[in-house]
């Protein structure tokens, strides 16, 4: 039965695991493998999809509370006209309220820009070859 299994492409343990699970039905087995395989890889995508907006959210910032800076809001922001990185410095100084900071671009967009401009967001850049300086103590490099 475990040979039938393994002949699908499910190795031993997981095999067993299934026919346990299925009574030993080995269709069911099958199925239940596929669909757990299935959902292993959605949630694998998920979570690397997750990744990934936080990595690029982290680009802009965080806001006083921490939040991370609201992509789609963001995004939004730019559909209207307004640049990235002062729509982004506009959603951190109010906490990603997106008439807020609407608001703030319309009445105080001077003070926004400058701080936009002084932002400094963290970029990830080519790795510099060390410059620790060895030390020779004793005969021998520290």
């Known amino acids: 039965v475990v040979a039938a299994l393994a002949s699908m492409g499910i190795d031993g343990p997981e095999a067993t695991r299934a ?25 694998a995508e998920a979570a690397a999809k997750r990744r990934e907006t936080e990595r690029a959210a982290l680009r802009f910032g965080r806001a006083a509370s921490g939040a991370l800076v609201d992509l789609d809001v963001l995004a939004s922001m730019e559909t209207m006209g307004f640049d ?54 004793g005969g021998a490099y520290h």
């Open 84 to 137: 990235r990185a002062v729509a982004a410095e506009a959603l951190r100084a109010t906490e990603n309220n997106a008439q807020a900071a609407l608001d703030a671009l319309a009445f105080d967009r001077d003070a926004i820009e400058t701080a936009a401009a002084a932002a400094v967001f963290p970029r990830r850049g080519p790795r510099l070859a060390s410059t620790r300086v060895r030390v020779r103590r």
């Open 19 to 43: 026919l346990r699970f299925c009574d030993g039905n080995v269709d069911a087995a099958a199925a239940h493998v596929m669909d757990a395989r299935a959902k292993a890889e959605a949630a």
